[in-house]
């Protein structure tokens, strides 16, 4: 009973400030409101039964990421305001029109599909360990830490002054 | 029910530290620097922190004219929120029984305690970084860049220093790890996991800003860093929250290296008070060195600190890691 | 403790990814739309948690690790380019990246 209403109040947090990340004029209002819906994002982890995951999502994506943003964008002092372009307005139609059309469809396959939660579910992370590191993804597991590491590489060439 | 009163309880009981340390701190700097201290206010000064907190709350409140006003109202509420969050997942002594039923004295029993520590931590970074902006001034703005930086950078050494300790554990549940200790001090980890015990303290240094690391707040370098535009209980808030800090990382040292609350010696007891008193005495220890650091030590330059985070303690934490895996796989600990 | 919400979690998990979709379209600051890109990956992040909920088993969980690594790779790299464009061009606007136009 209170998981329902605290899902739904961190839905409307998340969606809220979603909608405030792609509303927002100014960039570092939008990285703010970025935060608090990874923040809530995480909390509906949480109450879906996932702990790693919420944990997780906390540790790198609002801990890390969004600080790298923040990062860059008051270094660069990322300007106020953006010019509206009234030319373009054709297009911010057609990409309302695409977005609405792809509400609808997925939202009605979504809403006829069979969720019910599957009982004696486990989240805890020594299963969660024992899935990540089995056969099956324990390669993918390996290329991703090579993957981090070229992306550190390529950061650091790319932003660097004198290569 | 019984969590809501150990809420008020446990954060009744840490803002009396909180208030305690403060003049801990300035009596014992004193001693150090061959001078008294405060000893005025009340019997040897022990009501200096009344007398400081009542002087900042009359103070008059400054919000620069150019500053962006909700950030920077909001940046010391985060920097709070985050330093108390840690607080919750903390155990501070051993379970006992009153009125005949077992009690915690930890507000949540998480089963991935130790990572809610670090995701906690990890959002910390936020306050300097939205104090140091919203100020609308070079010199916070710099002092704000750096002191995020250098706590991300340390937060990895703090993370893998931990990770010794939760393979031999075997659990992420911080009372696991406690009782993974008991027997005797050649159980602690700071025994048996020499390194990560050096790289978790010199890391948690590092991680509340305290000397040798805080150059974000050096007042010599950057005026006062990130916290120059802030006045009255705003900037008291930003205290707050770096003794909370210390607070938590000291206790948390306490649970996760040096055995919680079992005595050193399988003779002595262990249990209900007496492991109370054992706890609240190594955390005291604890906060004592980090106070002995301060009047000892000068600070670091910061691109000292950054290649001393980076270059020495990642690679140290990693190797132990190392270690400690082979360790636990080939004998089986 | 069975959640009955995993439906509307699915259905915000959709929200979320067409709120997403229409910030990367309809924004012009290229920090803006790198943060969009984020929100969509967090949209399916969530699809793949409710969905691991519901089949019982972590298969949707360890995907979402995976989807998180690669999501701070892609944001690092990302804000690379973007500095590095800005030292040469000295905008963030996305109109005004049109050097491979024809």
């Given at each position: 009973m209170i998981d329902a209403i605290l899902f739904y109040v961190f839905a409307a947090l998340a969606l809220g400030s979603a909608l405030v990340v792609i509303g927002q004029r100014h960039a570092i209002y939008s990285a703010f409101a970025l935060i608090v819906t990874l923040c809530s994002l995480s909390a509906i982890y949480g109450l879906l039964g996932s702990p790693f995951i919420a944990v997780l999502q906390l540790v790198v994506?609002?801990?890390a990421i969004m600080v790298l943003f923040l990062f860059v964008i008051m270094l660069l002092n990322v300007g106020r305001e953006e010019r509206e372009g009234g030319e373009r307005s054709g297009l911010k139609i057609a990409a309302g029109i695409l977005t609405g059309v792809l509400l609808l469809q997925a939202g009605a396959v979504l809403l006829q599909a069979v969720v019910a939660p599957a009982p004696g579910f486990d989240a805890s992370t020594h299963k969660m360990a024992q899935d990540l590191f089995s056969p099956r993804y324990l390669y993918a597991f390996e290329a991703t830490s090579i993957l981090i590491l070229a992306s550190i590489v390529g950061a650091v060439a790319l932003a660097k002054k004198d290569l | 029910m019984a969590a809501a009163v150990k809420v008020v309880l446990i954060f009744a009981a840490l803002l009396t530290v909180f208030a305690l340390m403060t003049w801990a701190e300035r009596r014992l700097l004193a001693f150090m620097q061959f001078r008294l201290g405060p000893n005025r206010a009340g019997p040897l000064g022990i009501l200096q922190p009344a007398a400081d907190g009542i002087k900042l709350f009359f103070k008059e409140e400054v919000v620069p004219a150019a500053a962006n006003r909700w950030v920077f109202l909001a940046a010391p509420v985060v920097s709070v929120a985050t330093a108390v969050l840690?607080?919750?997942?903390?155990?501070?002594?051993p379970p006992f029984t009153l009125f005949g039923r077992q009690w915690q004295l930890q507000i949540a029993d998480l089963g991935v305690g130790v990572l809610y520590i670090f995701a906690v931590t990890s959002l910390g970074v936020y306050g300097p970084v939205l104090a140091g902006w919203s100020s609308n001034s070079k010199y916070t703005l710099l002092g704000g860049l750096r002191s995020s930086a250098q706590m991300f950078s340390y937060e990895l050494a703090l993370g893998l220093s931990w990770v010794g300790v939760i393979m031999l554990a075997g659990s992420f549940r911080i009372g696991d790890i406690v009782d993974h200790q008991?027997?005797?001090?050649?159980?602690?980890n700071a025994v048996v996991q020499l390194p990560a015990f050096i790289v978790y303290f010199v890391a948690a240094t590092a991680e509340v800003s305290r000397?040798?690391?805080d150059l974000p707040e050096g007042e010599t370098e950057l005026?006062?860093?990130?916290?120059?535009e802030y006045s009255s209980m705003k900037f008291a808030m930003f205290q707050m929250a770096e003794y909370l800090n210390m607070i938590t990382v000291a206790v948390l040292g306490t649970d996760l290296f040096?055995?919680?609350?079992?005595?050193?010696?399988?003779?002595?007891p262990s249990s209900g008070i007496w492991g109370f008193g054992w706890f609240a005495a190594k955390v005291g220890l604890v906060l004592f060195a980090f106070i002995w650091l301060r009047g000892t030590l000068p600070r670091f330059r910061y691109d000292q600190l950054m290649g001393f985070g980076w270059k020495v303690l990642i690679p140290v934490a990693v190797l132990n890691i190392l270690a400690t895996a082979a360790a636990v796989v080939l004998f089986g600990l | 403790m069975a959640p009955d919400f995993i439906p509307h979690a699915l259905l915000l998990s959709l929200a979320l990814f067409s709120v997403g979709l229409l910030g990367v379209f309809l924004r012009r600051n290229i920090i803006t739309v790198l943060m969009c890109v984020e929100l969509m990956l967090n949209g399916v992040n969530l699809a793949f948690v409710a969905f691991s909920r519901a089949q019982g088993t972590l298969e949707g969980q360890v995907l979402v690790f995976f989807v998180l690594v690669v999501a701070a790779a892609e944001a690092a790299v990302g804000l690379a380019i973007v500095i590095a464009i800005h030292r040469h061009k000295d905008t963030l606007d996305v109109d005004a990246f049109n050097l491979l136009k024809w």
């Open positions: 994506y609002a801990g | 840690a607080i919750g997942v903390l155990p501070y002594g008991a027997g005797g001090f050649w159980c602690w000397i040798p690391f005026v006062a860093g990130f916290h120059t040096l055995g919680g609350w079992h005595s050193g010696l399988p003779f002595l | -």
